[in-house]
């Protein structure tokens, strides 16, 4: 059988697979549908410092090939996550991965501290774009400047590796990318959602209460893709794919573009179970074509010579 371990940023995981954050609760509230031991890696909610009620409902509507959401980063904070996640994730022996989000540098900066102790805790990964709070804005991850600096923040507080979430809502997200490998990112994950709306033309009423929200879902898979393959062409560290990724083939496509890794979220939605199947579809995939590991997959896109002629290609 193909072998499925892979490394990221000094992380030994026994697959590619991670669960986006958000999509899986903070990991083990969904392990009737899927084992601990079955992902490489578990990402939590966006934890912030104090509990947050999110935005006011509707904050869900479905679209034609994905959803949009705009929850607003609802979650119990970090004390309540600390004191009553963290010890069920270390029992099961889970990688976890603990997102984290705030509304100013000293948010993230004190959240890294206060889990750099936590050994049940494996990594931090920085949310600098959630859509559903500051009206959209997305201060940290639309300024190359205001990116670097909380990553530096972060990086200065903790010993675990850091990813950085990135935003698809940008002109240039490789950009995105060097800064936060220069403010000390060991990895990025690439992307979070698309900013989007729907509205029911009959009562005039958009569906979402904060009007626009986050895109997820099958069709973004392309977008995410392409701003994977920049973020991997950008910077030296690691890359995590997520966007729109339901199945082992969609997978493989994040891990020939450069991704060593992968985050599955909104297909988890209409199939809980599937995330957890996902390594051994992949495993039997490769199988089927002779490819004795995963890892050989990673980085082996043929790109045309031509590209380096095509105006505003990634370099
Ligand atoms: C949310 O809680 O609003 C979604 C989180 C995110 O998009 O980062």
């Not at 083939?249 to 891990?255: A, R, S, T």
């Amino acid at each position: 059988m193909a072998s499925m371990a892979v490394t990221i940023a000094g992380l030994e995981l026994a697959n590619p697979v991670m669960s986006a954050s958000g999509t899986y609760g903070h990991g083990l509230e969904m392990r009737n549908f899927a084992g601990p031991s079955s992902l490489g890696a578990w990402v939590s909610k966006t934890v912030t410092r104090k509990p947050r009620p999110g935005n006011p409902l509707p904050r869900i509507a479905e679209t034609e090939a994905g959803f949009l959401n705009s929850i607003g980063l609802e979650n119990r904070g970090i004390d309540a996550y600390v004191r009553d996640v963290l010890p069920e994730m270390a029992a099961a022996h889970a990688v976890v991965l603990t997102n984290i989000g705030g509304e100013s540098v000293e948010d993230f900066a004190e959240l890294a501290a206060r889990l750099d102790g936590e050994r049940a805790c494996h990594a931090l990964e920085v949310n600098l774009s959630c859509p559903n709070v500051q009206g959209g804005k997305l201060p940290f991850s639309t300024s190359p400047t205001m990116a670097e600096a909380v990553i530096a923040r972060v990086r200065a507080a903790t010993q675990k590796p850091v990813f950085a979430k990135l935003s698809p809502n940008v002109s240039d997200i490789g950009e995105i990318a060097r800064a936060v490998e220069a403010g000390g990112a060991d990895g990025i994950t690439a992307v979070n959602t698309l900013l989007g709306m729907r509205v029911d033309w009959r009562t005039r009423k958009p569906a979402l209460n904060t009007i626009q929200g986050g895109y997820s879902g099958v069709g973004i898979k392309p977008v995410a893709l392409r701003c994977a393959w920049t973020c991997v062409r950008a910077v030296k560290i690691p890359v995590i794919g997520c966007g729109g990724i339901a199945c082992a083939e969609d997978v493989f496509e994040f891990l020939v573009v450069g991704c060593r890794a992968i985050q599955f979220g909104t297909a988890s939605f209409t199939d809980p179970g599937r995330i957890g199947r996902l390594a051994a579809e992949m495993s039997a995939l490769l199988d089927a074509h002779g490819i004795a590991s995963v890892t050989d997959l990673i980085g082996t896109l043929h790109v045309p010579n031509t590209l380096a002629k095509v105006p505003g290609a990634p370099s």
